[in-house]
């Protein structure tokens, strides 16, 4: 056993200890994705509330339709988003050779559901009493703090992600009739910008 | 005084040091998941568990998931302080050397 040898057992350790523990083949590709998909979706939303008609239906308690008009974006944009997510993340994982179902994985889904389940829950209490105003603030906060709690089984840049998040929910809330623009920021903008970091830190083939 | 008296016996084999590792950081760990962590086989990876359990290195929990068995380990007191002594060891030799 020489020096070298000695080293390769340690760096193994490392290795192996890392990996057990966290799940580092989360793709930045994903998060530019899921930011697109965020953008396209507020967009939308944007022109469903921008059309003054839409608030003369609320006044005239039609406002039912609009929410049912929202809902669909928001659960088009959910299904988008996890879609990319999802899709580069297990590309991700086959080029590097790991399996995208092992025991991180699990913690980092169930680190992250634990906050999002009770957000979602919250948001739908916020909807039936008919608080709209501030489903876009509890989104951001909400799942800021999933993203903060999940940090600790994944890569943890995702922490600063999730501190951002929580930041522009708090803001939002002060805020409230720019509740759209925040989470076109926090969902799309917050995604792209660090997705892209995220593929230029780790996945990017640098050109030699 | 030479470090390599201090180097375990036991660590040598890669997979029985891989799964102390794991262990090292997860609480408790499942067959499974030691074998999708360590890539080995089924007979190759349940032969150096049991010599680290007879080591009393590491702890066997049978517990069942509905009706599957579901065994986990963990690693025990003397196991942690076997590993931090063999990585010492490992540490000092390299400083030795250079």
């Known amino acids: 056993m020489n020096e070298q040898q000695h080293l390769d057992t340690l760096t193994d350790i490392k290795r192996i200890m890392e990996r057990s523990t966290r799940f580092i083949s989360l793709s930045g590709l994903g998060g530019v994705g899921a930011g697109i998909s965020a953008l396209v979706g507020a967009y939308f939303a944007w022109n469903i509330l921008e059309d003054r008609s839409s608030y003369d239906s609320i006044a005239r308690g039609g406002g039912d339709l609009l929410v049912i008009r929202l809902l669909m974006i928001a659960g088009a944009v959910l299904v988008a988003a996890l879609s990319a997510g999802f899709y580069f993340t297990w590309k991700k994982a086959r080029r590097q050779g790991l399996p995208v179902w092992d025991a991180a994985a699990r913690k980092v889904f169930f680190n992250l559901m634990i906050p999002l389940g009770a957000g979602g829950l919250f948001i739908f209490g916020l909807l039936y009493n008919n608080q709209l105003a501030l489903v876009a603030p509890s989104c951001l906060v909400f799942y800021g703090l999933a993203l903060v709690n999940a940090s600790k089984y994944t890569v943890t840049d995702i922490r600063y992600l999730g501190y951002a998040e929580i930041i522009l929910g708090i803001l939002a809330l002060f805020n409230l009739y720019h509740g759209l623009l925040f989470w076109a920021l926090g969902f799309g903008v917050m995604h792209i910008i660090y997705g892209t970091l995220m593929w230029w830190k780790y996945e990017r083939v640098p050109a030699e | ?98």
């Open chain 2, 1 to 98: 005084m030479n470090p390599i008296g201090n180097l375990n016996k036991i660590f040598e084999s890669r997979i029985r040091l891989g799964v102390m590792s794991v262990l090292m950081v997860n609480e408790e760990v499942s067959f499974n998941d030691l074998k999708q962590m360590l890539e080995v086989t089924d007979g190759n990876l349940a032969s150096h568990l049991s010599t680290l359990e007879e080591s009393a290195y590491i702890k066997v929990h049978k517990g069942f998931i509905g009706r599957k068995t579901n065994t986990t380990y963990s690693i025990t007191k003397a196991g942690e302080k076997a590993f931090k002594g063999h990585l010492a060891a490992l540490e000092a030799m390299i400083k030795f050397s250079s």
